[in-house]
């Protein structure tokens, strides 16, 4: 059904901003209806925005007076209704358990039980023995969570899934303690969220050198075709280390102490001897050009040639955990170099600042109100670009790139810390229409997480999905992406005949470079999430 109405498939919660587009060329009125017909709202919509994104000329109305719990549509003289959209409380309550349940179906080396897994039931997979690359050694990484679509399992990715979700839990308790394991209560001790995370920790120390270092990833050589996990039987490599993945690891690892701690006081200091060891490793490695991937291996590389935003990430977070003079040193040192930003598996630094922020240990007040300066200018570009947008999204046409989903939702980050910074409403209101964007504010009108809203991406590139023929609940799509770079999408069109930025998605399994899934785009979903509904 081609549409023009566009809204959060989700739904909102009743006091949330609410903002619908419309793709027309003119101001229109238009209603928002119960389930049962009942016109409960009517609103006009004059706010023109050009989009060339889209490609195309919206208008955009507000119906935030609309807080009565309900199920509802909204309609518009001649370009028909939208998707329906709950207001509620608990809006989000399923969504979130289909994006936080998917982390325990991508579990590797484990026997997924079919009353828990369902179509995605397989026996423990990648149980064989890891070999390092070009070397005699072996070693033990059966365990964490398949990185994506396929079936490699990549430290530093993981390491920014593990901290985006310990900060959704931090910021939003309740709703992460309402996560149920599919499987029902693995762990006496600890509440399933947090059991859930400390399944990729363990397999993250799993792949910890004696001397602190961290190897970048475990795979096998090449990525399988579209088969179960534990039909893949291939020899599983151990890549080299990293700069990039031991600093990943020394930060997490000392972040989720904190956590862990009054759980199991035991494993607690485990991470904490993990981390400190990890962090001295750091001080030792230089490795210019970042990670490649060895000849033979083609798997994902996750290569970063600036390994200076992991330091300066890790040296914040043992500061804030531990208290260390050397660490607070280290970091305010990068820090008067640059104040690095971002939330991305490549860009570390907004994690940093995050820490030395609000650590209770003394800092340096000046330095503080530079990176907070810094962190709040980031998010007015944000704004400005949002607030240009016909559906409030804080990517411009350059930037429908690669996991552009993942860049939205991490752009809501950005907005949200500078709402926490002020105590503006306009940030907050901004960081939740990056959410509404990924559930159905777009200008495809999709939801871009499996399973949620009423119009979803049905045709991931995800390996289970595409074997058994049925999309997995609970994962955020890669999303739109200009580059033409997949032979799926290059079927459909060339760069010179591709739509405009924010349309250029094909829900097909082909798609990777559209309509991939990973862990890390589903962290910063988690998080942003959280974060806007706490």
């Not at 919509?45 to 719990?69: H, K, L, Q």
């Not at 590797?108 to 070397?135: F, M, R, V």
Request: charged share 20%; with cysteine.
């Amino acid at each position: 059904m081609y549409k023009n109405i566009f809204i959060n498939q989700c739904g909102y919660l009743p006091l949330m901003q609410k903002q619908v587009t419309f793709r027309t060329d003119k101001p229109v009125s238009f209603n928002v209806h119960t389930s049962s017909g009942s016109c409960v709202y009517t609103g006009r919509a004059d706010r023109r925005v050009e989009n060339p994104s889209a490609g195309e000329t919206n208008y955009v109305g507000d119906f935030s007076a609309v807080t009565e719990i309900g199920l509802y549509y909204i309609t518009a003289e001649g370009l028909g209704e939208s998707d329906s959209f709950s207001v509620s409380g608990d809006a989000y309550a399923d969504t979130f358990q289909k994006a936080m349940a998917f982390f325990y179906l991508q579990r590797c080396g484990y026997d997924l039980p079919e009353k828990a897994a369902g179509l995605y039931a397989h026996k423990a997979c990648h149980t064989q023995i890891g070999h390092l690359y070009q070397s005699e050694e072996t070693r033990n990484v059966a365990g964490g969570w398949h990185d994506a679509g396929d079936y490699g399992r990549y430290v530093g990715p993981g390491a920014m899934a593990v901290a985006q979700l310990l900060y959704a839990a931090e910021r939003n308790g309740a709703l992460c303690s309402s996560y149920r394991c599919p499987e029902g209560k693995t762990s006496v001790s600890l509440p399933d969220y947090l059991e859930e995370l400390k399944y990729e920790l363990d397999w993250m120390m799993k792949m910890q050198r004696e001397d602190g270092a961290l190897y970048h990833k475990a795979s096998c050589r090449n990525f399988c075709a579209f088969i179960m996990p534990d039909e893949e039987t291939e020899e599983m490599i151990l890549s080299p280390v990293s700069v990039t993945a031991t600093g990943d690891f020394a930060a997490v690892c000392a972040m989720a102490v904190r956590f862990y701690e009054k759980y199991d006081p035991a494993y607690a200091h485990r991470l904490e001897a993990a981390s400190r060891k990890a962090y001295e490793a750091t001080k030792k490695m230089e490795l210019p050009g970042g990670f490649r991937n060895p000849p033979e291996i083609t798997t994902g590389e996750y290569g970063d040639s600036c390994d200076q935003d992991e330091r300066y990430w890790a040296a914040a977070e043992l500061y804030h955990a531990f208290g260390d003079q050397q660490y607070r040193a280290d970091f305010e040192a990068l820090a008067q170099e640059k104040i690095y930003q971002g939330y991305g598996w490549a860009d570390m630094g907004s994690y940093g600042n995050l820490a030395y922020l609000n650590t209770d240990r003394p800092v340096d007040e000046a330095l503080k109100t530079e990176i907070r300066q810094a962190m709040i200018s980031l998010a007015d570009g944000l704004l400005k670009t949002a607030e240009a947008d016909g559906y409030g999204t804080a990517l411009t046409s350059e930037q429908y790139i690669w996991g552009s989903s993942m860049n939205a939702a991490n752009n809501g980050l950005h907005l949200y810390d500078a709402w926490t910074l002020t105590g503006e409403q306009r940030y907050l209101d901004a960081a939740a229409a990056q959410l509404h964007y990924l559930l159905g504010r777009n200008c495809l009108g999709l939801c871009f997480v499996t399973g949620c809203g009423s119009d979803a991406i049905r045709h991931p590139h995800h390996r289970p999905s595409g074997f058994r023929g049925k999309a997995m609940p609970g994962m955020l799509s890669g999303g739109p992406c200009s580059w033409i770079a997949d032979e799926t999408i290059k079927s459909m069109f060339t760069k010179e005949t591709a739509p405009a930025p924010a349309k250029c998605l094909v829900d097909m399994t082909g798609s990777y470079s559209t309509n991939e899934v990973t862990i890390y785009w589903n962290s910063a979903f988690l998080q942003l999430l959280a974060s806007v509904t706490a």
